[in-house]
Nanobody
Framework: QVQLVESGGGLVQPGGSLRLSCAAS????????MRWYRQAPGKERELVAG????????SYADSVKGRFTISRDNAKNTVYLQMNSLKPEDTAVYYC?????????????WGQGTQVTVSS
């Protein structure tokens, strides 16, 4: 059974940093594109950062460019989101997503989410 387990969320002051981790199990991790989404109260889930399965370019939402960095360690089946210069508007539940498309079907898995609260 595929599992994505996020960790690293918490309460941080504006300007602070957090590092989120997402550990995957029971899937060929290196073949999946990995993404981080977030959902703030009363808002739709939005894509924050993405990274393809192979080494390559990363993508970020405009709101986090220059502050967030996505990375992955295929040997540890883990994807990370380093978040710096955090702002109150970054407060949300952050979700890890694993996605792959084949000729026959799409594969799409989600973690349970981890809360990030930016407040003084």
């Amino acid at each position: 059974q595929v599992q994505l387990v996020e960790s690293g969320g918490g309460l941080v002051q504006p300007g602070g940093s957090l590092r989120l981790s997402c550990a995957a199990s029971a899937l060929p991790f290196s073949s999946y594109s990995m993404r981080w989404y977030r959902q703030a109260p009363g808002k739709e889930r939005e894509l924050v950062a993405g990274m393809p399965s192979a080494s390559g370019s990363t993508s970020y939402a405009d709101s986090v460019k220059g502050r967030f960095t996505i990375s992955r360690d295929n040997a540890k089946n883990t994807v990370y989101l380093q978040m710096n210069s955090l702002k109150p508007e970054d407060t949300a539940v952050y979700y890890c997503n694993a996605w792959k498309s084949t000729v026959f079907r799409n594969y799409n898995y989600w973690g349970q989410g981890t809360q990030v609260t930016v407040s003084s």
